[in-house]
Structures are given as structure tokens and as C-alpha cells.
């Protein structure tokens, strides 16, 4: 595994030798921000040695070098989800590429389903911390000392810092935001009420089928990490709606301009 994440990290090396410390995972809600970075290199994910290859679900995105404002950053437009069939090394490999290439932040988006009954179909949840339902472990198997200890702690794996910070660019913005804990589910099955039930029961505020993994191997390798969910579609008891790829997009699409907003001021702010 470490000769390929470096293999791979001298690739993109050679390829663009600006090393950014910034790197954000544009997933759903967050793809308009590419339209706000100066794109200086892309490159697809079929493009670079070990990266995982793409499933049916269509392409499988790419890597973007560039400038948020003057903040060198790397961005990935495109995720890897466990329910496509990747083992839980493949999702993951990307991050470890990133803190080969000298990553220390690491911005990351999703859609959720939300549990709290304050919250909206639409609402901003910004994660404080999480619950991995996942039924396969990405640091399971041999420990690399060089890409972190065996036994790492999770007690701020959500950065208390960039909390504060967002807070204060949506409190400044006028825009609400929540707060919560992401339950990581594997899906692909939306949760049934039952389901939905049980994750607000033990503690969650919103589910969704991506970010924990990656989230682990960031804090494995001592990157700080912030995430903030968009709230699709509600799993409250009561109301749970029918949900859909459809309608998780479309309340996606609408609530993309605060999410970007806030994810480019923070970026360029710290
Ligand atoms: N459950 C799981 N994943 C999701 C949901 C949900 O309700 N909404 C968007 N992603």
C-alpha cells in the first residue's frame, strides 16, 4: 500500500509541483465551488496511477489544482462510495494520497438524511462528530507507523476550530446552519422508519452513505478536518417522506449557493 500511495503522490508531484495544504472533497451540494476555483490543472481519476477505477454509476470525476481566492487547494470532484463496490482501502486511497502530497486541511461535503426534528428538508448540518455504521473498518489489517499510529484517537475528529470559524461566516452571512452528528450508513437503501428511528436513538442527527471513511484516514494522518451536510430529505419519526436520488439533488442544487459560500470564505479565510 505505501509504495503505491507514493507512486501515485510523485506522480501528481510531476504533474503540478505546487503542493497546496488545502484540500476539499467537493461532494453533493458542493459542486458549483468548482466554478469559483482558477483552475490550474485537472486531471481525471482514470489518469493517475492506483487511483480507483470507475464503477457503472458512471464517471468517476477528477483532480483539480487551482486557486480559491489566493489559496492554493486541491480538489476532488468526484468521491469513491462503498456501496459502488470499492473495499473500504480503495474509498480511502485518495486521502492518503493527499497527506503524501503534504495536505494538513481537508473541507468535505455530503448529502444526508436528517433525524433531528428541528431540522429542514434543505438545512445546512454542520458535523461535530460521527457514528461509523460501516461494516468494514478503512484501517483495518496492518498498521504503516509512517501513515499513523494503530490505535488513533478520535476525540476531535471534527476540528473544534473550523466549527467556531463557519459559525461565524454563517452567522455573518444571515445563514442558518445546524449542527449534529452524521451517522455513516453503507446504503445504498435509503433507512427505513425503523432504521431512522434507531440512528436518532443512539445519538445521530443525520445519515448519509460517504465522509466517514475518509474522515478516519484524514485523522489517522493528523489532517483537520471540517464537513458540513446538506439535510435532503427527513427521517423524522412521523415524517418520514419517500426519498429519492431525485429529490436528495434537486434539495441539494438549491441549497448549494449558502453551502459554497460558506466552504470558500473558510477555505480562504484561515
Ligand atoms: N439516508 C442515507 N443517505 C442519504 C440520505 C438518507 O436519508 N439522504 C441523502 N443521503
Known amino acids: 500500500m505505501l509504495e503505491k500511495i ?11 509541483p505546487v503542493m497546496p495544504e488545502t484540500a476539499i472533497i467537493l461532494g453533493t451540494g458542493l459542486g458549483e465551488l468548482v466554478n469559483h476555483i482558477d483552475i ?3 486531471i481525471p481519476y482514470q489518469h493517475i496511477p492506483n487511483f480507483p477505477v470507475s464503477t457503472v454509476e458512471g464517471h468517476s470525476g477528477k483532480l483539480i489544482f487551482g486557486k480559491l481566492g489566493t489559496k492554493e487547494i486541491l480538489a476532488m470532484q468526484g468521491r469513491f462510495h462503498y456501496y459502488e463496490g470499492y473495499d473500504m482501502k480503495q474509498v480511502t486511497f485518495p486521502v492518503r494520497v493527499m497527506k503524501q502530497l503534504g495536505i494538513k486541511h481537508l473541507f468535505v461535503s455530503n448529502a444526508a438524511g436528517g433525524m433531528n426534528p428541528a431540522f429542514a428538508v434543505g438545512d445546512l448540518m454542520i458535523i461535530r462528530d460521527h457514528i461509523n455504521l460501516f461494516p468494514e473498518h478503512p484501517l483495518r489489517g496492518k498498521n504503516f507507523e509512517e501513515l499513523g499510529v494503530r490505535f488513533p484517537d478520535m476525540s476531535e475528529a ?4 473550523l466549527i467556531d470559524k463557519a459559525l461565524k461566516i ?8 445546524q449542527q449534529g452528528v452524521y451517522v455513516g450508513t453503507q446504503g445504498p437503501t435509503f433507512e427505513t422508519p425503523a432504521e431512522y428511528k434507531y440512528f436518532h436513538t443512539i445519538g445521530g442527527d443525520a445519515v448519509g452513505m ?4 475518509e474522515v478516519i484516514v484524514a485523522r489517522h494522518g493528523g489532517i483537520e478536518v471540517f464537513a458540513i451536510s446538506v439535510i435532503t430529505d427527513l427521517g423524522v419519526e412521523g415524517i418520514v417522506e419517500k426519498a429519492s436520488h431525485e429529490e436528495v439533488q434537486k434539495a441539494a442544487a438549491a441549497a448549494q449557493p449558502k453551502m459554497t459560500l460558506i466552504m470558500k470564505k473558510l477555505v480562504e479565510q484561515f
Do not use: C, G, H, Q
Not at 6 to 16: Q, V
Not at 170 to 177: E, F, T
Open 6 to 16: 507514493k507512486e501515485t503522490a510523485t506522480f501528481l508531484k510531476k504533474e503540478y
Open 40 to 42: 490550474e490543472k485537472e
Open 158 to 161: 471534527y476540528s473544534k476550530r
Open 210 to 213: 460517504s465522509t466517514v471513511p
Open 170 to 177: 454563517a452567522a455573518d452571512n444571515n445563514i442558518k446552519v
